[in-house]
């Protein structure tokens, strides 16, 4: 678990389902921990910090949550459109898109398409926005995923993630924090308007 900014930190482990490794955040001035999976080094690395709860960026990031729950005993939000896949998950709580699900902490939509793709805003020092699967980053260029998983028609799809990225350049953000990739700390709402303007 490395701290990228001050009280952000990010870890990575690999995710035998899609082959590839995902990030897990650790928000220290929210308390919050963002698409856990459990740390090399175990939950011990939390013992001795605040830890109120956990938020996943969509339903397909429950990942390691009952674990989290179970240990310190807090809840695991997702947003409404996708609980119906989690139904019975240890510590679930729903909320809907545009409520602060935590202090300082504001979901948003990205497209319809998409009905439980969202992205995080926090409201702490510089802003950070933490992103789903519309958006990867793991060569130092932001991108999509691989076509297969964007459904039929992959090239109707990236328009219309781009254009809810877009809407999101109205708030206050300087670091990205992908679930699929490494981090972006520093520029982040510029390397997400060139990406919205069809960089990738």
Do not use: C
């Not at 490794?21 to 963002?34: D, F, G, H, K, Q």
């Not at 935590?102 to 926090?122: K, N, V, Y």
């Amino acid at each position: 678990m490395n701290e990228i900014a001050r009280g952000i930190y990010h870890w990575q482990t690999f995710h035998e389902g899609i082959q590839a490794n995902v990030s897990s955040y650790y928000v220290e001035p929210a308390a919050t921990v963002l698409d856990p999976t459990t740390p090399d080094d175990g939950l011990e690395l939390f013992a001795a910090r605040n830890v109120e709860r956990v938020v996943l960026t969509n339903r397909h990031h429950y990942r390691h949550a009952d674990r989290f729950a179970a240990r310190f005993d807090v809840p695991v939000y997702v947003v409404e459109q996708g609980e119906h896949e989690l139904k019975g998950r240890p510590g679930l709580r729903t909320f809907a898109f545009g409520d602060e699900v935590g202090p300082g902490i504001t979901s948003h939509p990205i497209d319809p398409s998409w009905p439980d793709e969202g992205a995080l805003h926090f409201a702490l020092g510089t802003g950070l926005l933490a992103i789903g699967d519309g958006a990867i980053r793991y060569d130092k260029e932001i991108g999509f995923v691989p076509d297969r998983y964007l459904g039929t028609d992959p090239d109707r799809v990236k328009p219309l993630l781009r254009a809810g990225y877009g809407r999101l350049l109205s708030l206050d953000f300087d670091t990205l924090l992908f679930a699929h990739g490494e981090p972006l700390v520093g520029g982040g709402k510029e390397a997400l308007r060139a990406f919205t303007e069809g960089g990738a």
